[in-house]
């Protein structure tokens, strides 16, 4: 059985943990439908908590414009988490926030953002969305490096050491661009009481 609102197992639900705060920037998400993972997956999680937010799930769009519905939506005004790594001319780069050019060069944040786009999937599955919609390029580009490591530990092995839970890269980068600061600490505090669940169910 799962609930109908957050889609978790009965015995993982979050509805009652869910707050709902408002952000100035929209929050996209493009889900593979492959991905949909009912117990441990957070795309759905982050979208009920933000209302400013809105969760897709497919391959492929004709554009942003199409997905969100308004024609007069700016590419140039949004940015996507991408998928790459490192700055060229700057590998080492420990900043936590950067922007960068489709050539992959640093670049001055944006000073004015609509949005901000996450592909949620496997590695294998965000990279079909890249591919797949070539419109993505029209984006600002955010090179995320973590201060943490994600909180799956054990309960899901991630290909690379930077790779986070979609909710965890929402949380880190809302709180990089400005967003108050207990948005990102409620999100990080609903993904961790899901894993807490999930590892109560394998205890018993």
Same mark, same amino acid.
């Given at each position: %059985?799962?609930?109908?609102?957050?889609?978790?197992? $009965?015995?993982?639900? %979050?509805?009652?943990?869910?707050?709902?705060?408002?952000?100035?920037?929209?929050?996209?998400?493009?889900?593979?439908?492959?991905?949909? !993972?009912?117990?441990?997956? /957070?795309? *759905?999680? /982050? #979208?009920?908590? *933000?209302?400013?937010? /809105?969760?897709?799930?497919?391959?492929?769009?004709?554009? *942003?414009?199409?997905?969100?519905?308004?024609?007069? $939506?700016? &590419?140039?005004?949004?940015?996507?988490?991408?998928?790459?790594?490192?700055?060229?001319?700057?590998?080492?780069?420990? +900043?936590?926030?950067?922007?960068?050019?489709?050539?992959?060069?640093?670049?001055?944040?944006?000073? #004015?953002? !609509?949005?901000? $786009?996450?592909? !949620?999937?496997?590695?294998?599955?965000?990279?079909?969305?890249?591919?797949?919609?070539?419109?993505?390029?029209?984006? #600002?580009?955010?090179?995320? /490096?973590?201060?943490?490591?994600?909180?799956?530990?054990?309960?899901?092995?991630? &290909?690379?050491?930077?790779?986070?839970?979609?909710?965890?890269?929402?949380?880190?980068?809302?709180?990089? $661009?400005?967003?108050?600061?207990?948005?990102?600490?409620? *999100?990080?505090?609903?993904?961790? +009481?899901?894993?807490?669940?999930?590892?109560?169910?394998?205890?018993?």
């Amino acid at each position: %059985m799962f609930c109908e609102k957050c889609q978790k197992p $009965l015995e993982l639900c %979050m509805c009652a943990e869910i707050r709902q705060h408002a952000t100035k920037l929209h929050v996209l998400i493009l889900q593979h439908p492959q991905e949909p !993972d009912h117990e441990i997956g /957070t795309a *759905l999680l /982050t #979208h009920l908590a *933000l209302p400013n937010s /809105t969760l897709k799930i497919g391959l492929s769009w004709r554009s *942003l414009s199409a997905i969100l519905g308004e024609k007069q $939506l700016d &590419p140039k005004r949004w940015a996507i988490l991408y998928l790459g790594s490192g700055v060229k001319g700057n590998p080492n780069s420990k +900043k936590p926030l950067q922007f960068v050019s489709k050539k992959g060069t640093l670049i001055e944040n944006p000073k #004015h953002l !609509d949005g901000i $786009l996450v592909l !949620d999937g496997s590695w294998s599955q965000a990279k079909a969305l890249w591919w797949r919609n070539a419109w993505l390029l029209k984006l #600002h580009r955010i090179i995320l /490096t973590p201060q943490h490591k994600s909180l799956y530990k054990e309960l899901r092995k991630e &290909p690379r050491r930077e790779c986070l839970s979609t909710i965890e890269a929402v949380a880190e980068v809302l709180e990089l $661009l400005g967003e108050k600061q207990e948005i990102a600490q409620h *999100l990080r505090t609903l993904f961790s +009481k899901l894993l807490n669940k999930k590892r109560e169910l394998h205890c018993k």
